[in-house]
């Protein structure tokens, strides 16, 4: 069965302290791993799709990396506004999205 | 360009009651899924729908009936609602096409089952 396990649970830093978050998975044949931004009481925001073992993409502060166990979102220099709950998906058979429980991220200025 | 919507945000429930949430999505997108969002717990998939005319059961299907009812519409039926049913529920629709494969979702509808 696929899992997908993120961690850690929560993260508090400073603005301007660059951290990560993990996104460890299983999957039967990798089909994507996606990354979300959820804002409270919001639907999740598409941030990346990601296919292949080293491949990575940016977007601003974020930059997304993966291997063939793990994905890493990186953050650098973080601001306030990047507080928010980050999703992880992975998708193996057409009919199976999974998600992680996601890592709920602050942001303290 | 509203993206996707769902109606209703909110609803409050009796154990037995039935109730169809509303999705509609203005994007022309093939691919429509339905989801529930429990505390700790990730996104699970119910059902979706690649395409109008189909639809397939996802991880948590059991409650739970859906309608592709043309392009734009996908709705989700609790026939007989459960404590259990309580969540926030998700619709999404999906664009794949060479190096883009991204879902957008709609803002959520709050269920509590009484």
């Known amino acids: 069965e696929d899992q997908v396990t993120q961690s850690p649970e929560a993260l508090r830093l400073q603005e301007g302290e660059s951290s990560s978050l993990n996104c460890s998975y299983t999957?039967?044949?990798?089909?994507?791993l996606f990354w979300y931004r959820q804002d409270p009481g919001k639907g999740p925001e598409f941030l990346f799709t990601l296919y292949s073992a080293g491949e990575e993409k940016e977007k601003e502060r974020l930059k997304a990396t993966l291997t063939k166990k793990e994905s890493f979102l990186h953050i650098t220099a973080p601001k306030p506004e990047d507080s928010a709950t980050y999703l992880c998906?992975?998708?193996?058979?057409?009919?199976?999205?999974?998600f992680g429980a996601g890592t709920r991220l602050t942001v303290k200025p | 360009n509203a993206g996707v919507t769902q109606t209703p945000k909110f609803q409050v429930l009796k154990t037995g009651q039935s109730m169809t949430l509303q999705c509609a999505q203005d994007?022309?997108?093939?691919?429509m899924y339905w989801y529930r969002q429990d505390p700790g717990m990730g996104l699970r998939l119910i059902y979706y729908s690649a395409s109008e005319g189909t639809t397939d059961k996802g991880e948590v299907p059991n409650g739970y009936n859906v309608s592709r009812l043309n392009k734009r519409e996908f709705s989700l039926r609790l026939e007989s609602a459960a404590p259990s049913q309580t969540s926030v529920y998700f619709c999404?629709?999906?664009?794949?096409?060479?190096?883009?494969?991204?879902?957008?979702f709609g803002p959520g509808t709050r269920l509590t089952v009484l």
């Open positions: 998906a992975v998708q193996g058979s057409p009919n199976d999205m999974r």
């Open positions: 999404a629709s999906r664009v794949r096409g060479g190096s883009t494969d991204t879902q957008y």
């Open positions: 994007m022309n997108h093939n691919s």
């Open positions: 999957v039967s044949g990798l089909r994507g």
